[in-house]
């Protein structure tokens, strides 16, 4: 009779344990995982350090290769397997993305003196999807776009309500209190996500306003000041004493 009380005891708390496991799986997104919310730095600093020696040593980048219609923040992706292989890396940092994590490692200054940067996967996939939604539309909408409120004469802000749609509820990389906008192009549909605000807080921040050139891409001041890159993004030009977006030549 213990025998069976101590089994029955024994399935409970197995049980109990599983039941907990599951919880904390959904509780728990990938977002949220202990590896994703440590200080980004601390991975970036080891990894600049294998960058640096490689580049030494080898006289090349340890980069993936990429299209040449790739954009410029998301070309030099860092090839991990180069690092381990050569004995510069002992391990593939937790937080990115060939470790289950939420960031790619890429690479900016290239040509100058190679920087090691993050992309926002889980901002990337976002934009994937917005852009699925608007082309679908357009599909049913005789090519015309769901109008949205107008930024300037190139760009409007995405109207979810006209997608049936709601926005995604990602949040950006350079202010975590702040939700990501999408702005779409007005002549080619193309999808961005909108750093304007972003840029502005590193502009009010740094009392940059008065050394602004007209035609400066004010996306390098997201590269320089911050850890991110501004994936998926437009050019941004000081207009009206704020960041504009700007269509392509």
Known sequence: ????????????????????????GCAYPKELRKENLTNPAEFITVVQQAIDQFHEKTGVLPIKNSEMTTPLYEKYV????????????????ANAFESGGIFIYVLVDVETKPIVKLM???????????????NDYKVKHDGNLPQGIAINEAFEYVDFDKLGAKAPDIKSVYNRKNLISYIVNK????????????????????????????????RDLLVSKTLFVPIRS??????????MPQAAP
């Open 1 to 24: 009779m213990k025998m069976v009380q101590n089994f029955l005891q024994y399935r409970t708390m197995a049980l109990a344990l599983c039941l907990i496991m599951l919880l904390s």
């Open 78 to 93: 860092i090839d991990f397997a180069k690092l381990q292989k050569s004995n510069l890396l002992s391990a593939v940092p």
């Open 120 to 134: 926002d996967l889980s901002a990337y996939q976002s934009v994937e999807d917005v852009q699925k939604k608007i």
């Open 187 to 218: 002549q080619t549909g193309d999808v961005s996500i909108d750093y304007g605000m972003d840029i502005m807080q590193v502009i009010q921040s740094g009392s940059l306003a008065g050394s602004l050139k007209a035609d400066q891409d004010l």
């Open 234 to 243: 437009t050019a941004y030009w000081w207009q009206k004493d704020q960041p």
